[in-house]
């Protein structure tokens, strides 16, 4: 079983999430919690196959070796920029990328200072079939916001340098002159972006700042 088999599983598991129509608003809630729980456990499509026997099973039976996608030697920018706001002002801080050429998955997780911004919601969603379900929000008064997103076409998706993947609003609650830095970290969901051949694209990431005036 190859990378898109796994991308596909895990596909097909965000746009089961995304059916909105039918869904309460504790059940979007609670997928988007579970996309996020996934991710962070996960650490990638090819995750969470045993890598050890069952107890007392035969040497080789019961488990296989978990699928390592190639290096591509390519690089993803992952960047915000630095945005002034006043203490009680909403703000979105875009969340964009550089060299996003020909992906089928990408995740990563965004840290800011909870005590001078307040997560509000998501909003400018940059890539096919994005939504809230590609988000994990049940850390967000931590500071914390975990993000995993698949083409679920398999078709490999290219957006222009500098445009927006998606963005974040706070509310600004810190005093004047205090700043938060908007972080892309490797934890708790490991960065990883496979790309159209099914190799692994470097996340270089490039940190925000949002500063109270």
């Known amino acids: 079983m190859d990378m898109k088999y796994w991308i596909f599983l895990l596909g097909m598991g965000l746009m089961a999430f995304a059916c909105k129509n039918d869904q309460s608003a504790a059940q979007k809630e ?10 962070e456990k996960g650490k990638g499509p090819a995750a969470g196959l045993p890598t050890k026997p069952a ?16 290096q591509s030697g390519n690089q993803v920018i992952v960047f915000a920029d630095a945005y002034e706001a006043k203490t009680g002002a909403e703000i979105c801080v875009e969340v964009k990328a550089q060299q996003f050429q020909n992906l089928l998955s990408m995740q ?5 200072d909870a005590k001078i911004l307040e997560f509000i919601k998501l909003s400018k969603f ?4 994005m939504g809230n379900q590609n988000f994990g929000t049940h850390r967000t008064k931590e500071g ?7 083409d679920n076409a398999l078709k490999g998706v290219s957006i222009g340098d500098g445009a927006a993947l998606y963005a974040i609003c706070f509310k600004v609650i ?3 002159g205090a700043e938060s830095s908007i972080q892309f970290k490797g934890e708790p969901t490991a960065f990883e972006s496979v790309d159209l051949e099914e190799k692994l694209v470097e996340i270089v990431p490039k940190a925000g700042k949002v500063t109270v005036q």
């Open 144 to 150: 914390i916001l975990t993000f995993a997103w698949i």
């Open 30 to 39: 609670a997928a988007a919690e579970l996309v996020a729980a996934n991710a």
């Open 108 to 112: 990563h997780s965004v840290h800011w």
């Open 174 to 176: 810190g005093s004047k």
């Open 126 to 129: 940059g890539l096919p079939a």
């Open 55 to 70: 107890p007392g099973a035969p040497e080789g039976v019961g488990y296989r070796e978990p699928y390592q996608p190639q």
